[in-house]
């Protein structure tokens, strides 16, 4: 639905990817940060006390929480929103093989089954079923492509965090250190036109389709 959404975005309102995962980590991460804080009492500086946790805090919010949001948006402004869905969710075959080498874990057949019947609809998505042609433009398949392997980076590095912390501190934690790199873009660039459905859009994307996701 965000997804969705976010196209209507960038196609009617000239709202760019950028400036909407910005704004969106930004003020999602602040929602979530004061959620944290009323449900468990404890301080939003805690993990700053920490230098092993914040080395592994910081790959997640720049190469997980960072790049996944942004790459999804990039691959929706190139493509649409239902393709980009569905090459976001490459994710399990990049983690299936991070496990596979890393933690020599072989997969059994089902998940070799699995692997197989993703890609071969994968290829079919992207060609409409024509070998010598793509359905998607180039930076689309790449951006979405991205969005699978920035998906299974955004699952596996913050997995001992989570087991640590609530779950609502770290990914707020991760979105305020994602939204920095962008934070200068968002600032200089003039906020999209107001009205009355681009106020939806926004809060709609910022608390129920990251908030509460």
């Avoid at 080395?55 to 997640?60: S, V």
């Avoid at 770290?170 to 600032?187: A, D, E, K, Q, R």
Wanted: proline residues 4%; aromatic residues 12%; hydrophobic residues 55%.
């Amino acid at each position: 639905m965000s997804g969705t959404v976010a196209e209507y975005l960038f196609k009617n309102y000239l709202v760019t990817p950028i400036w909407l995962v910005g704004t969106r980590l930004f003020v999602a991460e602040l929602l979530l940060l004061c959620w944290s804080r009323i449900t468990t009492g404890e301080s939003i500086f805690k993990i700053w006390h920490n230098k092993r946790e914040i080395l592994t805090l910081i790959p997640f919010a720049l190469l997980g929480m960072l790049t996944s949001q942004l790459t999804y948006f990039m691959a929706i402004r190139y493509g649409n929103a239902p393709t980009t869905t569905v090459l976001q969710f490459l994710g399990p075959i990049f983690i299936m093989g991070y496990v596979t080498v890393f933690n020599h874990n072989l997969p059994n057949l089902s998940e070799i089954v699995s692997v197989i019947l993703v890609l071969t609809g994968t290829f079919l998505l992207v060609t409409n079923g024509h070998i010598d042609s793509l359905a998607l433009s180039i930076a689309a398949i790449a951006w979405g492509i991205g969005a699978g392997v920035s998906q299974a980076s955004y699952t596996l590095i913050p997995s001992k965090l989570l087991s640590i912390f609530d779950d609502k501190f770290i990914v707020g934690c991760g979105m305020l250190l994602g939204s920095l790199p962008l934070s200068g873009f968002v600032l200089s660039t003039s906020a999209p036109k107001v009205s009355m459905i681009t106020i939806i859009s926004i809060v709609f994307i910022i608390v129920f389709a990251t908030m509460l996701e």
